[in-house]
């Protein structure tokens, strides 16, 4: 945020002239002072300027009352925080205006004011450049330092400073992060980071209490600053910090701010990764052999410090200890959180709850590279919190979302479970509470997935009234959401019970066992067809719609979950059809060539969308493709049987596709330009390529 003000004038300080109210006067209008500061705080005398001469003291001193009584009520709060009302300030300007008749703090001299401003911006303006090195050393730590500056507590400071200062820090730590992952670091940027880690100016203390400022916008960039920090510094922290940010979770009683604060800071730390360099800033030319990082800092002529070790890019360390810090303080969270989501009336806590479940997400998800020993302990307490689906509460649909989204995220099939061969207890017994539940607790009748009368769903905020009544809406993100973790929880109990089945322990005369695993496919077959009733109901499907088009229609608009549901319905078929199982329905139910004939319609028959999907690593299509090729392998009739059955010539374009895709990845293979070994689908694509030819010839 740059920051634009004029120079100070001798004139600005005068008042503006206007005509006072007379003492004989018996109106009851006022007037309104345009003064900047009281004549006697800006010491007139000493600038020998003379007050106007129609001007008495009685009058004066009237107006001096009236100022004071308008700049009380001005600097009252208006946020509020654990109440029922919401009252949200407006966004404050942080652009100084030296014409606004309200003073930053009384106790601020007005030079001293200006002296500051200036010295914030021209700190800002280097930074913008991303070298300090041009900054004079008195100036550079004057911002910091708070023998210098700071003669109040920042917690005393007006909000447009403050918000001025914490953007300055943000940038800074932005500055250094980007600039560490290039390998090279302005010295000055250095320097001064080094000082906030080793707490020379105390600042980090004060910027943890402005908590207490209940002012949502401080807090946000309060949140950003800190964990910005906390990536930095890594283990190089004061632990009384870390413990200061975990126990505003485990107050003796709930505070909103502070505990939104707090999971926000954790979450970026955990979820933070490498820099990537924009694409506007890479290098103009092929042969530039350096990075935009590198020139930038050169045109300044800046004195680098460079980082070749590998400590200096890895965060897995200040992970680790911000994680095993929220450990201590997790299972008093989760009873809170609890709590919170059977009650959430109100704003604030509804805030809460999401920062706190998108905070669970972040440390489950295998994106965040957390070690096994420390995420472990956060599976736990999975099952009570998809008990919530059955509470006698109502939940918003935006809670609800989140929800799905992390057990979606627990049960992550396409990228962890489907290569397993030993799969968690914890995920296990989660998927089979939400089988359970589906099948005997009608979970998917209280999905909040319509709108009501009158309003609509927007993709970014929710519902919005809508000028026609009358008109269905359904919030096909939820939706989607609940089918996907439905087919996640199902494909990891077959698998499951795969594993069981190959036990060598069991016999094949093993009566009682069959009997169990028969059962399973029961449970199995009445849950698919539940989803089946309730996408079509849901979404005014023809009844006779085959079960996998139905779901490549549903997840059209989302390739990860489409593909993602097309291996969940592969693996189910062949862990059924693997055990020969005695439900046949069930198997045509969840045919994959259906489901892969419509994928090609989806995509028209672009191979090159294909190939996109195999480079990309959005989607987990490699795995599907390779599954998929082995299973037509080994079905060769069932799939020629089935493509016909879709329709005329399907089996052309559908061998069409796959014939383009083979001579596309060789053409990249032969040049080198595949940027991984996709042999094992390259050999698969040729067998069926052969078996296409040799069906055609006979």
């Known amino acids: 945020m740059v920051l634009h003000h004029r120079k100070p004038k001798m004139s600005s300080e005068q008042p503006v002239k206007k005509k006072l109210r007379r003492t004989d ?19 007139m005398s000493a600038l020998h300027l003379s007050m106007p001469p129609n001007i008495n003291e009685a009058d004066l001193n009237t107006l001096n009352v009236q100022l004071h009584s308008v700049l009380d009520a001005n600097s009252k709060q208006y946020f509020r925080t654990n109440s029922e009302e919401c009252t949200i300030e407006p966004a404050p300007n942080i652009c100084l205006n030296l014409s606004d008749t309200q003073p930053l703090v009384s106790s601020f001299n007005s030079n001293h004011d200006r002296e500051e401003w200036d010295d914030l911006e021209v700190f800002q303006n280097a930074l913008i450049r991303q070298c300090l090195c041009g900054v004079s050393e008195n100036l550079l730590r004057k911002p910091f ?8 507590a920042l917690s005393e400071w007006p909000i447009n400073k403050l918000l001025q200062l914490l953007s300055n820090l943000q940038l800074l730590f932005d500055v250094y992060l980007k600039q560490n992952n290039v390998g090279c670091i302005c010295s000055r940027v250095v320097g001064i980071c080094g000082a906030l880690i080793n707490n020379e100016y105390n600042l980090i203390k004060q910027l943890l209490s ?17 964990s910005s920090f906390l990536i930095i510094a890594k283990t190089d922290i004061n632990n009384d910090w870390l413990e200061t940010i975990t126990n505003y979770l485990s107050l003796d009683y709930v505070d909103y701010d502070k505990m939104n604060f707090s999971l926000e800071v ?16 890479e290098p103009k030319s092929q042969d530039a052999a350096t990075t935009s990082g590198h020139v930038e800092l050169s045109s300044f002529n800046c004195t680098t410090v460079k980082y070749h070790d590998s400590e200096s890019f ?10 095993r810090s929220l450990e201590s303080k997790w299972f008093q969270l989760i009873g809170r959180m609890q709590g919170l989501i059977e009650n959430n009336h109100t704003v604030h806590s509804q805030t809460c709850i999401l920062a706190f479940l998108s905070l669970w997400e972040s440390i489950i998800s295998v994106k965040a590279n957390l070690s096994v020993i420390d995420t472990k302990p956060f599976y736990a307490h999975l099952e009570s919190f998809a008990s919530l689906f059955l509470s006698s509460i109502p939940l918003p649909s935006i809670i609800w979302k989140q929800l799905l989204s992390l057990f979606n995220e627990v049960l992550c099939y396409g990228s962890t479970l489907a290569l397993q061969d030993m799969l968690p207890d914890d995920t296990c017994k989660l998927a089979y509470v939400i089988v359970r539940y589906v099948k005997d607790s009608r979970v998917l009748e209280r999905l909040p997935y319509r709108c009501d009368e009158g309003y609509r769903v927007h993709g970014f905020i929710g519902t919005i009234p809508h000028s026609q009544a009358s008109q269905l809406q359904v919030d096909k993100t939820l939706l989607q959401k609940m089918v996907l973790l439905v087919l996640k929880s199902v494909a990891v109990t077959v698998k499951e019970t795969r594993t069981d089945s190959s036990d060598s322990s069991v016999g094949s005369d093993d009566y009682d066992y069959y009997q169990d695993m028969q059962l399973i496919e029961r449970s199995i077959r009445d849950v698919l067809k539940k989803v089946d009733v309730f996408i079509k109901t849901s979404l005014d499907f023809h009844p006779e719609t085959q079960f996998s088009k139905l779901l490549i229609h549903l997840f059209s608009d989302q390739d990860d979950y489409m593909i993602e549901s097309m291996v969940c319905t592969l693996d189910i078929t062949v862990g059924i059809s693997y055990r020969n199982a005695v439900f046949p329905d069930l198997v045509n139910m969840l045919n994959p060539v259906y489901a892969f004939v419509e994928f090609l319609k989806v995509v028209s028959h672009d191979s090159d969308v294909l190939l996109d999907y195999l480079v990309s690593n959005e989607t987990c299509f490699l795995l599907y493709l ?21 329709g005329n010539n399907e089996l052309g374009n559908t061998m069409t596709v796959l ?40």
């Open 25 to 43: 006067d018996t109106t009851e209008s006022t007037d309104e002072p345009d003064y900047i500061h009281t004549l006697t705080e800006n010491g």
């Open 145 to 152: 330092d708070g023998n210098v500056s700071r003669t109040v």
């Open 210 to 226: 402005l908590t207490d400022t209940r002012n949502c916008y401080v807090n946000y960039l309060l949140s950003r600053v800190i």
């Open 266 to 281: 954790i979450r970026r730390v955990v979820e933070w990764k490498d820099i990537e360099i924009h694409v506007l800033e």
């Open 314 to 323: 890895d965060t897995s360390s200040i992970k680790g200890l911000v994680i």
């Open 626 to 646: 390779l599954r998929f090729l082995k299973y037509i392998r080994r079905n060769w009739s069932k799939f020629v049987n089935s493509c016909e059955t879709a």
């Open 659 to 698: 014939i383009r895709l083979n001579m596309q990845i060789n053409r990249l293979v032969s040049k080198d330009l595949f940027p991984y070994n996709i042999s094992p689908v390259l050999r698969l694509l040729e067998v069926c390529e052969n078996l296409y030819e040799s069906n055609d010839s006979s």
